[in-house]
Every structure is written in C-alpha cells, then in structure tokens.
C-alpha cells in the first residue's frame, strides 16, 4: 500500500502550460463532482491562459474548503509582509478529518524514540506536505495548486478514496504570496494579445525586484534553515505541528 501511496502523489505534479481545457491537465478516468468548482469557475479563467495572482489563488482555495468540507479543512498559517495570506489546505478522507488531532499526535510520537514503539504504524495515515513556488516569478507550482486541489477535491472513485484513507496533505499553494503577486501583476499587465516567445519582450522583463523575492527582497528558498523572515516562520511552525514523512517543493 505503501508503494501505491507514493505511486498517487506522483498525480499531485502538475505543470503550467497553455490555457486549455481541464481534461488537457487531469487523468480522464476519474469521474469529477459537479458540486466542486473549477478553477475557471473562481478565478474566471482557464489555469494557463493567464498568471493566476495570489488573490484569486486564495480565494480559490477558500471555495474549495467551502464545497468540500468532508475533505479540505483550511488554515491560516499566518500572514506575509503585505498582509496577505498564507493559506494551508489539509486534505484527507472524512474519517480521519474526524481523528485528525489523533493522527496528528500520534505521527508526532514517530519522531521520539521513546515514545513511538508502542505505535502501530501499519494503519497510520502518511503525511504529506505539497508546497509552491517558493520563488514568485517560478509561478509554474502555484499554477498548477490550482489543478492539484480541484483533482484532491472533486475527484470520484476509489482510487482517490484510496488515497485520501491513506494519506494527510497538507498543501501549501503559494511559499511567497507577495512575490507571486508582484510577478503575476507584471506579467498578465505585460502580456500581449498574441502570444509571444521573444525573451526580449516586455512581458518576460521584470522591473527590479520582480517576483523572485518576498516584500524584503530576500530570496525565500535560502531562508529554510535561518528561518529569518515572517513567511518562513508561519510555514515551518506548521511544518512542526505534522513533520511531514515527504515534503515537496514545486517551484
């Protein structure tokens, strides 16, 4: 079980491209409740056809929470420089939403010796921590939330039942909220009607800072460790509170 658990978190790795329609992006086996908006539905266009900013990310993240509260609990782990949210979706079955502070002390027993022999791990829900564009301007992985939330929330049948029985998520869609609003600005402002692949174009030139650091223009990706700037810190407490047995980084 194992094996496939990790096997199914390998369908979380989306990638941004071109607008298109959802079935571009998701398996085209799985049956999808209509209940669940899409992103397009939220954000008022197709994940592609423009950078999405980190407002309409948020808001996306809040209907989805909203529509599918027997899998998606949402947290506010904190807020950044500018006062913009750093949202955490926790997603699992209806069960263990039930027990989730259970499970939650019972993995924390997992990383003290002495506590952890008594566990019985064979039944124990894994946890895993998605996270995105740590970077602003590599908005490729909070593009791509858009399409991994909406698959872990809408999704029918067993493969995800499977999945979410198995397995706490806790998916982060966007590291550096103000990065990803400051690239995202500039670059759906910049954007020509006819799309473009010249690097030279404006559109591809970010005035300085750009997005690629936070409010402080600190690059984010050296802060794991320092831990200096606030979103570091709203991220690693929750980290802390699971400690996650995968955690992935999309840029």
Known sequence: MRKNILGYCLILIAFSAPAQDLNYYLPQHIIYNPAIPTPKQIIYHQPGEWHVTHDRLVS???????????????????????????????????????????????????????????????????????GHSIHGNESSGSNAALLSAYYLAAAQGKEIDDLLEHVVILLDPSFNPDGLQRFSTWANQHKSKNLVT???????????????????????????????HIESQNRLKWFHLWKPNILTDHH
């Open 60 to 130: 996306y993240m809040n209907a989805l929470a909203a529509a599918a509260p027997d899998r998606i609990k949402l947290e506010t782990m904190g807020l950044t420089y500018e006062s913009r949210p750093q949202v955490l979706l926790i997603i699992t079955s209806k069960k263990n939403h039930a027990n989730l502070e259970q499970i939650r002390e019972q993995h924390i027993r997992l990383t003290d010796a002495s506590k952890s022999g008594s566990l019985n791990i064979d039944d124990m829900p894994i946890v895993v921590c998605i």
């Open 198 to 228: 010249d690097p030279n174009s404006r559109e591809f030139n970010e005035v300085w800072p750009g997005g690629r650091f936070n409010h402080y223009w600190f690059d984010l990706n050296r802060d794991w460790l320092p831990a200096v």
